[in-house]
Each structure stands twice: as structure tokens, then as C-alpha cells.
């Protein structure tokens, strides 16, 4: 069965994606308590779960290039792209910034509340909404081990939009119609940025001791991008998805450069699993937890090691930030995420707008007429 088959018995909306997102945003979170916990993650990286740690962040980026290409072939101009990616990601990023500098901030600052509010720390940490991302507050979270970072998931925020970036660029340049130039873009990323950390790094240039590396993140979003244009001609198969798994495995396990190696591997485990279709449990219909758990994970871990003992327990530490999490994620998607997307409207206004003064600028050069448009009179003429 092809991707494409596969992709229409669930009518064009599997659930497997949405359990994927779910599952890779809690990972996330345990993940972290090592960080948060010790202060220092290496051992986590270094032990045997190192190839099942370090597909979380891959999986998660390859999975919204598959998705978000999905997006863009439904899309008429970059207008209605780029504006359902903006009030997808801005609104909830924008309410969780202002929730930790004005709310966590002055409940665990070690300032007093004239000396927090005009500190310009606390300027800097608003541009997060910007996507220019500080990951300090000022006097917050400083005795604990990962002293001083208020979110540090927030790293990835950056090459998420870089992705974006990227993806609008193939669509210029014809992604859809020529879709080997997604290719072309997979293997040029990857071969210049190995080129660049082989200057940067000689000998140690494939080596990743924690997380992948966020250029890296973005060779993985385009592979999603290029399975997604290629899904008339990939597999559906368990023989393949077999293979793919040991291939993930044995890069991390035997190889020095798993991160490089991995990402094919990585990229049809996850749209393998993201076309299987179980049935999605109620309180995930109609929903999207990821995100909200992805923003609000890390604050409120250092914020449970911060008040005491208990939370300072990995696993404790895990189990109740995870619950929290989840609910920062459910009142993120009633009240901001979801109410956010009733803007698709105004996006589309726009984008026939920008359809209408386009045909009028066309119609305006087939004439050589310049200055005003056309009337429409001359236009049924």
C-alpha cells in the first residue's frame, strides 16, 4: 500500500499524527527532569535510551513537514500559508511569554517587584514572542540546579520558523509542480551543514552529545515535506518500517554520527505510525494538547522543584508536571488556541484580496496600461 492510499482510508485525517504529537510532547517533559532535577542531562543522552531520546525532537519536526506540506499544497498564495502558520503559533506562544514573565516571574523572583519589572532582562524575555528567544528572568529559579532558565523548550522555536521560511521558499520556487527540488533541498541542507561543522569541528564534526542539532531539526522538517510530495511512490509497509527502526537503532548505538544517519530512518518511522488510524479517545477530539504541553512543560518543572522536596524527585517531578501541563494545554486550546483559529476568515479575506489586485495587476500589464487598474467595463470589453 502507498502513502498516499494509506493517507485516504483515514480520509485524509489519521489519528495516528495526533497521538504522536501528544506522546512526543509529554516525552518532552520526562525528558527534562533530568535537567531540572540535576542540572546536567549528559548521562540521560549517554545511557542505551540514547536512540529512543534522541528521535523525540526529529519525529517531531518530520512530522509537522508532512503535515505543514499538506497545508501548503491546500493553499493558493503564501498569504493563507503563512497566515494560518502565524495564528497557529503566535497567540498561544504570545499569552505563554506574558503568563511567565508577569505571573511565574513574580511569584518566584528573587527581586523585589520595582526591581524585576524595570530590570531589561525582563524586556529582553517579551521579545520571545518575536521569536528571538531569551530563556531567563531575572532573579528567577537562580538556586535551582538549571538555574535561572524560566523554558529553555523554547530553543527550538527559532528553526520551527526557519522551517517555515524554508518551506515558503520551495513553494516560490515551484515545490509543488517540480517536487524534486524538495530533494534537492534535503540533500543540499544536509551535505552544506555537515560541510560547516566539519570546518567548525574537524574530527568531531557528527558528534551530538545531547539533543539534535537545530539545523539538523530543519533537514528533518524537510523530509516530512518530502515524503509528503512523494506519497504516490513510498511504501506503506511493516517490512520497511522493521528496517527503519534498526537502522535508527544501530546509528546510535555503533555509529559516531547516528543524528546524520538516523533521519531517513526517523522520517518513515514517524509517518508510518503518523498514517495508522486508532480510534482517538474523547477528550482528544476535536483537540490539540501538544502544543500547550510543549510551552508550558519546563516553567512548570522548575517551578515544582522550586516550592519543595517533593517535586524535586525526577519522577514526581515528571508525574505532576505532566498533569499541570496537560491542563496549562487544555485551557491554552479552548481559550486562545481554538478561539485563535476563527482568524482563518480574516486570512482568507485577505488572501482574495491579494487573488483580486493580482489579476488586476496581470490584466494591467497584458495592456501596458500603468497607473489605476482597469475599470470593469474595459475588463468584460
Known amino acids: 500500500?502507498?502513502?498516499?492510499?494509506?493517507?485516504?482510508?483515514?480520509?485524509?485525517?489519521?489519528?495516528?499524527?495526533?497521538?504522536?504529537?501528544?506522546?512526543?510532547?509529554?516525552?518532552?517533559?520526562?525528558?527534562?527532569?533530568?535537567?531540572?532535577?540535576?542540572?546536567?542531562?549528559?548521562?540521560?543522552?549517554?545511557?542505551?535510551?540514547?536512540?529512543?531520546?534522541?528521535?523525540?525532537?526529529?519525529?517531531?519536526?518530520?512530522?509537522?513537514?508532512f503535515l505543514v506540506a499538506g497545508s501548503l499544497g491546500r493553499a493558493r498564495t503564501l498569504v493563507s500559508f503563512l497566515g494560518n502558520r502565524f495564528i497557529r503559533i503566535y497567540p498561544a506562544l504570545a499569552v505563554e511569554v506574558f503568563l511567565s514573565a508577569?505571573?511565574?516571574g513574580v511569584l518566584f523572583t528573587s527581586l523585589s517587584p520595582s526591581a524585576y519589572f524595570t530590570d531589561p532582562e525582563f524586556f529582553r524575555y517579551l521579545f520571545n514572542v518575536t521569536g528571538h528567544i531569551h530563556f531567563t528572568l531575572p532573579g528567577v529559579f537562580e538556586t535551582n540546579p538549571d538555574g535561572g532558565t524560566a523554558n529553555i523548550q523554547l530553543w527550538t522555536v527559532p528553526y520551527e520558523l526557519e522551517c517555515y521560511a524554508a518551506i515558503a521558499i520551495l513553494f516560490l520556487v515551484g515545490v509543488v509542480r517540480y517536487r524534486i527540488l524538495s530533494i534537492l533541498a534535503v540533500v543540499g541542507c544536509t551535505i552544506t551543514y555537515g560541510l560547516i561543522r566539519y570546518a567548525k569541528h574537524g574530527p568531531e564534526w557528527a558528534s551530538f552529545p545531547t539533543v539534535m542539532s537545530g539545523n539538523l531539526l530543519i533537514?528533518?522538517?524537510?523530509?516530512?515535506?518530502?515524503?509528503?510530495?512523494?506519497r504516490d511512490r513510498i511504501l506503506?509497509?511493516?517490512?520497511?518500517?522493521?528496517?527503519?527502526?534498526?537502522?535508527?537503532?544501530?546509528?546510535y548505538w555503533y555509529t559516531s554520527m547516528g543524528d546524520f544517519l538516523a533521519l531517513p530512518g526517523?522520517?518513515?518511522?514517524?509517518?508510518?505510525?503518523?498514517?495508522?488510524?486508532?480510534?482517538?479517545?474523547?477528550?482528544?477530539?476535536?483537540?490539540?494538547?501538544?502544543?500547550?504541553?510543549?510551552?508550558?512543560?519546563?516553567?512548570?518543572?522548575?517551578?515544582?522543584?522550586?516550592?519543595?522536596p517533593a517535586g524535586q524527585n525526577w519522577f514526581v517531578?515528571?508525574?505532576?508536571?505532566?498533569?499541570?501541563?496537560?491542563?496549562?494545554?487544555?485551557?491554552?486550546?479552548?481559550?486562545?488556541e481554538k478561539p485563535a483559529l476563527k482568524l482563518r476568515r480574516v486570512v482568507m479575506a485577505l488572501e482574495e484580496r491579494w487573488l483580486e489586485l493580482s489579476r488586476r495587476l496581470r490584466f494591467r500589464r497584458r495592456l501596458g496600461l500603468p497607473g489605476t487598474a482597469p475599470s470593469a467595463t474595459v475588463a468584460v470589453k
Not at 509529554?26 to 542540572?39: E, M, N, P
Not at 506503506?236 to 546509528?251: I, T
Not at 517531578?317 to 479552548?334: E, I, P, Y
Open 219 to 230: 533537514c528533518g522538517f524537510l523530509l516530512g515535506v518530502v515524503f509528503y510530495l512523494y
Open 1 to 65: 500500500m502507498l502513502l498516499e492510499e494509506k493517507l485516504g482510508l483515514s480520509g485524509g485525517r489519521p489519528t495516528g499524527f495526533d497521538y504522536m504529537r501528544i506522546i512526543l510532547s509529554i516525552l518532552v517533559v520526562w525528558i527534562h527532569t533530568a535537567r531540572v532535577t540535576t542540572g546536567d542531562d549528559l548521562f540521560i543522552w549517554e545511557s542505551a535510551a540514547r536512540p529512543f531520546l534522541k528521535s523525540v525532537l526529529p519525529m517531531f519536526f518530520i512530522l509537522s513537514g
Open 317 to 336: 517531578n515528571g508525574l505532576l508536571a505532566t498533569v499541570l501541563a496537560a491542563g496549562f494545554a487544555a485551557m491554552s486550546w479552548h481559550f486562545v
Open 102 to 104: 508577569l505571573l511565574l
Open 266 to 308: 526517523l522520517a518513515y518511522i514517524t509517518i508510518f505510525l503518523g498514517l495508522c488510524s486508532p480510534r482517538k479517545i474523547g477528550i482528544l477530539k476535536g483537540a490539540d494538547y501538544s502544543y500547550g504541553i510543549f510551552l508550558y512543560g519546563y516553567p512548570i518543572q522548575q517551578a515544582l522543584y522550586a516550592l519543595g
Open 236 to 251: 506503506w509497509d511493516r517490512r520497511l518500517f522493521g528496517l527503519s527502526c534498526a537502522s535508527v537503532l544501530f546509528s
